[in-house]
């Protein structure tokens, strides 16, 4: 390989390469952006393959069952996208490759020999770099929570435009039972009649 192609490619190498293997069930946090906003996203599942070695084409396959369907995602190991990759859980398998398990459901599908083996692997600033979506998602909450707030009190003005000045008053004076229509249903206005008749 050309000297130049490799430092090229040692730039864009991950330093702290996760030590994940088939079997493992990791959560894996990718930045995701739509349009001109980002966000975290979390994957978690199984490890059922890993491609190309540690180097720049490595990749790694998580699959998971989401609503009764299978959910595969093929990560690349040293993709600046993905900020931290968990280690949850780990087993132990004795294939290279699990896509046996695409063909499983419910008890079939979980791994023998599980144990606890929690493990982090994150790059330097990734911590920060989660920070700061994080305040931008809070804001953007914000403001749309403001907006909404906003066209709510834009309909309760225009339905207070609509009542009439009575109701407005007796309102204010905490009168209620001062508001009612000028003309009464005519049921009412029938037991009245028979009522005088009496």
Same mark, same amino acid.
């Given at each position: 390989?050309?000297?130049?192609?490799?430092?090229?490619?040692?730039?864009?190498?991950?330093?702290?390469?996760?030590?994940?293997?088939?079997?493992?069930?990791?959560?894996?946090?990718?930045?995701?952006?739509?349009?001109?906003?980002?966000?975290?996203?979390?994957?978690?599942?199984?490890?059922?393959?890993?491609?190309?070695?540690?180097?720049?084409?490595?990749?790694?396959?998580?699959?998971?069952?989401?609503?009764?369907?299978?959910?595969?995602?093929?990560?690349?190991?040293?993709?600046?996208?993905?900020?931290?990759?968990?280690?949850?859980?780990?087993?132990?398998?004795?294939?290279?490759?699990?896509?046996?398990?695409?063909?499983?459901?419910?008890?079939?599908?979980?791994?023998?020999?599980?144990?606890?083996?929690?493990?982090?692997? !994150? $790059?330097? &600033?990734?911590?920060?770099?989660? *920070?700061?979506? #994080?305040?931008?998602?809070? =804001?953007? @909450?914000?403001?749309? /929570?403001?907006?909404?707030? !906003? $066209?709510? &009190?834009?309909?309760?003005?225009? *339905?207070?435009? #609509?009542?009439?000045?009575? =109701?407005? @008053?007796?309102?204010? /004076?905490?009168?209620?039972?001062?508001?009612?229509?000028?003309?009464?249903?005519? *049921?009412?206005?029938?037991?009245?009649?028979?009522?005088? @008749?009496?």
């Amino acid at each position: 390989m050309n000297t130049s192609l490799k430092n090229i490619l040692a730039s864009s190498l991950k330093k702290n390469v996760p030590n994940i293997k088939p079997g493992d069930t990791v959560r894996v946090h990718q930045i995701v952006k739509e349009g001109n906003k980002e966000r975290v996203q979390v994957f978690e599942g199984i490890i059922i393959a890993c491609k190309h070695g540690n180097g720049i084409t490595g990749t790694f396959t998580v699959r998971k069952i989401s609503f009764g369907f299978g959910v595969e995602r093929i990560f690349p190991l040293h993709s600046p996208r993905i900020l931290k990759v968990e280690r949850i859980k780990s087993s132990q398998v004795r294939r290279n490759k699990l896509y046996y398990l695409r063909k499983l459901t419910g008890k079939a599908a979980r791994m023998k020999n599980e144990k606890q083996d929690y493990a982090v692997w !994150e $790059e330097k &600033g990734a911590e920060e770099e989660l *920070e700061k979506i #994080a305040e931008a998602v809070a =804001e953007d @909450a914000e403001a749309r /929570a403001e907006e909404k707030a !906003e $066209e709510e &009190g834009s309909v309760i003005i225009e *339905e207070n435009k #609509a009542m009439t000045d009575e =109701e407005k @008053a007796a309102i204010a /004076a905490g009168k209620t039972d001062d508001i009612t229509d000028n003309e009464a249903p005519e *049921e009412v206005q029938h037991n009245e009649k028979v009522v005088k @008749a009496e």
